[in-house]
């Protein structure tokens, strides 16, 4: 048996601190990472509680925007009333994740941080996963790849970010703050998650002792023409084989500004601003709904089991860019 510190951080610098030491792994909700140890998939040394240190505030910006703390709930963030108001496609993503009870322990900083629900990673009877044994292969390659990548992926690995919260931060453009022992930092959302290349055991660009202590979102922009669609295999509680974020501004029927992001299709959100400058700047149609959507998905890759998920893409997108167009 292996036995495993837990320390309670009094404040910021002692979380910093704490964090500092080898094996030290930062806490929030646990549904994550609890479980991923009770797996024997990881394996901390020791645990650093945050949830006592006041990161779980959400507060305007002065330039209009909105910081969401890194223990902010992913509940409490999905009912905030300025999220609700200003950001609906974060709150719809939010709702489209996981249960009430695990959105109700769940935080923005674990949700960052989630790691892949690839069966071979979390599933130690399977020996070859280069996630969670570099050098040992990747099962997934010749096994089921139902779920797994489409874009983005590698001969290492093609596992896909299970986030929804993810795709619609990445939509808004928002940026995570991260604190460490070298101050802080701003990571655009769109450079936080890693594609696996050689190395897919490291998702993010995180250092060893740094800390997510918020995710700033910019001005609202796209309030109301936004929209969060997740195609999967049952109503509730599964995974997105798919899903959308799309988020429009525009000026009567025309499109000013487009984003848009797709999840459950690769290591990252995926988003191309190629595809969402051929939006902008013309009424919103069909067509060029799916012209970007092919834009987005150039260069896809299906595996043995998931051909299908190219075309469910493509498709997701024009809807879901249909529904932001037709408003709140
Ligand atoms: Fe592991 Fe990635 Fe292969 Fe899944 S896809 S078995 S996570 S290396």
Known sequence: MQSIFYERATDMDHALRLGQQPGAAFLGGGTNLIDLMKGDVEHPQRLIDLSHIGLDR????????????????????????????????????????????????????????????????????????????????????????????????????????????????????????????????????????RLPGSTPHIDTVLEHGEMIIAVDLPAPQFARHAHYLKLRDRASYAF????????????????????????????????MQEAEALLAGHPLSEERSAQAARLLLAGARPYKDNEFKIELARRAVVRALRTAGEGA
């Open 58 to 193: 959400i507060l305007e910006l002065p330039d209009g925007g909105l910081r969401i703390g890194a223990l902010a709930r992913n509940t409490d963030t999905a009912n905030h009333a300025l999220v609700r108001l200003h950001y609906p496609l974060l709150a719809q993503a939010l709702l489209a994740g996981a249960s009430p009870q695990l959105r109700n322990m769940a935080t923005t900083g674990g949700n960052l941080l989630q790691r892949t629900r690839c069966a071979y990673f979390t599933e130690t009877a399977f020996s070859a996963c280069n996630k969670r044994t570099p050098g040992s292969g990747c099962a997934a390659m010749q096994g089921f790849s139902r779920m797994h990548a489409i874009v983005g992926a590698s001969d290492s690995c093609i596992a896909v970010n299970p986030s929804d919260m993810n795709v619609a931060l990445a939509a808004l453009d928002a940026v995570v703050v991260v604190a460490g022992p070298q101050g802080e930092r701003r990571i655009p959302m769109h450079q936080f998650h």
């Open 240 to 271: 997105a084989l798919v899903s959308v974020a799309a988020a429009l501004d525009m000026d009567g029927g025309t499109v000013r500004q487009a984003r848009i992001a797709l999840g459950g299709v690769a290591h990252k959100p995926w988003r």
